[in-house]
């Protein structure tokens, strides 16, 4: 395990022997894997569990959850983490304390740190979690994070402060295939100032249609071809769909030194690959916290703004204000004039849901377990292990394989996800018996319509063996079909 570390680190693919299709082989790798006992701060799905449909009050992998009745208590093979994360067990406690606080102190509990809590008081919990942060991110500071909102309104009140259109610079950079939510935020805030798509928004096209991959060159290209028209840039830093890494900092640079805004959505890469955001001098970023950073559906989302933006003197351009980015020394003065918080703490809107920010406090714990070097490390050689199982399947048999990896081999170029294309005349059908082979089994995996599934073996709860057992599924499911 160590040499296969060691080559990840240095940004090389692993090499595995010929007997890596093995059981025997990935149970080694486990039994040498320093960050396995991460998986024990999670509740993964058991087999039974996902097929739930009522509540009984049994957590999986808790000592309440009984299988009287025979039912398979199996944790299932949870590679789903690019959609959701798996909840962090320390979430009960966070959400007990929270309520036990709101029972006993009422309203105090806005500014009463409680002896024996693992929680801030309620009006600190979003600057506690900034703090707990700078590793994920890559900020120099607390002030340069804020969570709130989730992420699409704090894209909206980036754009606000960063996308101010003139008749010269009007234009909005993004790829082609964004995120749902990015592509409504900016088409409405085209509309908003009485743009049209057609002449304000920039899409970067796939620099090969058929794996759909996205050149650097391609994009700096797009960047040359509208550098005295654009206005900002907003790109995925991993791309939803292929699993594609872009290069962040030189895209970065690249376009500012055109005058542009770098905005980025980490949503599929915060958690999941090294950022150093501070460092990149990445303008703004924003990302989701429920999917690699496993704080639950709809939790709390985070806000990067560099330093260099913050204002000096109290005041910031364009920035739409709210009673809770008032400063705590004056926030419950009730004044009218607006006193604004350091740095991105000062773009919050309105009283943060303590039940959000408790979840996601657990969930940040458990990084603060590790580091995102070592978990990087893993996730390379996870990855890589998972790719190799996949091209020795592929190459089962006779005939052409009914899927190919989209995700580019490169490991400087993908985080954890890779996204299988299902091709061919009966490729969806294929992929409608896969996924319903996956489930039979116990297998949770993503799938895009109309021909993709994103298999995502997360490091901080899977293991070799899971990613061993979803390959021998997946044959079952492909043979069978």
């Given at each position: 395990?160590?040499?296969?570390l ?11 022997p ?87 102190v009422?309203v ?15 009006q ?13 991110v ?8 804020i ?12 754009l606000?402060?960063?996308?101010r ?46 794996t ?9 290209a ?61 303008d ?19 806000l ?15 920035r739409?204000?709210g ?5 705590k020394?004056?926030?419950?003065n ?14 919050q ?14 969930a ?7 580091s995102m ?97 979803f ?11």
């Open positions: 395990m160590d040499h296969l060691s080559a990840a680190q240095k940004g090389q693919k692993p090499e595995f010929a007997d890596a299709d093995t059981l025997e082989y990935a149970q080694l790798l486990d039994s040498q894997d320093k960050l396995g006992h991460l998986k024990d701060q999670f509740n993964i799905p058991s087999k039974s569990s996902l097929k739930k449909k009522a509540l009984d009050g049994t957590i999986p992998g808790e000592s309440n959850t009984t299988s009287s009745d025979q039912d398979d208590q199996t944790p299932s093979i949870y590679l789903v983490g690019n959609s959701l994360g798996a909840q962090p067990k320390s979430v009960k406690s966070r959400i007990s304390a929270q309520l036990e606080t709101w029972a006993s009422g105090g509990g806005h500014f009463t740190s409680m002896e024996n809590s693992p929680l801030s008081a309620w600190d919990l979003a600057e506690s979690c900034a703090a707990k942060s700078l590793d994920l890559g900020a120099s500071s607390a002030q340069e994070i969570y709130m909102n989730t992420l699409t309104v704090n894209l909206h009140l980036m606000a402060t960063f996308y259109p003139t008749p010269q610079r009007h234009k909005i950079i993004i790829e082609w295939k964004p995120f749902p939510s990015d592509w409504y935020a900016v088409q409405s805030q085209l509309a908003f100032h009485n743009l049209s798509a057609s002449d304000s928004l920039i899409e970067i096209q796939p620099s090969d249609p058929e759909l991959y996205l050149s650097t060159e391609s994009i700096l797009t960047i040359d071809e509208h550098a005295d028209s654009a206005a900002l840039l907003l790109l995925p830093g991993i791309q939803y769909f292929t699993g594609q890494l872009l290069d962040i900092p030189k895209i970065t640079a690249y376009a500012q030194s055109k005058g542009i805004i770098a905005g980025w959505d980490l949503a599929h890469a915060a958690g999941n690959v090294p950022l150093s955001l501070h460092e990149w001098n990445v703004f970023a924003v990302w989701c916290t429920y999917k690699y950073l496993n704080a639950g559906p709809g939790a709390a989302a985070g990067f703004l560099h330093e260099r933006h913050h204002d000096r003197d109290g005041k910031v351009k364009n739409l204000a009673w809770y980015g008032a400063d020394s004056v926030r419950f009730m004044e009218k004039e607006f006193v604004p918080s350091p740095g991105a703490w000062g773009y809107l309105s009283n943060p849901s303590a039940v959000d920010l408790s979840c996601l406090d657990a940040l714990e458990v990084f603060g377990k590790t070097k070592e978990l990087r490390g893993k996730a390379v050689v996870l990855t890589g292990y998972l790719e190799v199982l996949l091209k020795r399947l592929m190459n089962e048999g006779r005939g052409a394989a009914p899927f190919r990896i989209l995700t580019p081999e490169s490991v400087e170029e993908r985080g954890t996800q890779l996204s299988l294309m299902f091709t061919g005349a009966k490729g969806k059908e294929v992929l409608q018996r896969v996924s319903k082979v996956l489930a039979e089994n116990g297998v949770v995996c993503d799938f895009r319509k109309p021909d993709v599934m994103r298999v995502a073996p997360v490091p901080l709860y899977c293991g070799f063996e899971d990613v061993w057992k390959v021998k599924v997946l044959k079952k499911g492909v043979e069978e079909s």
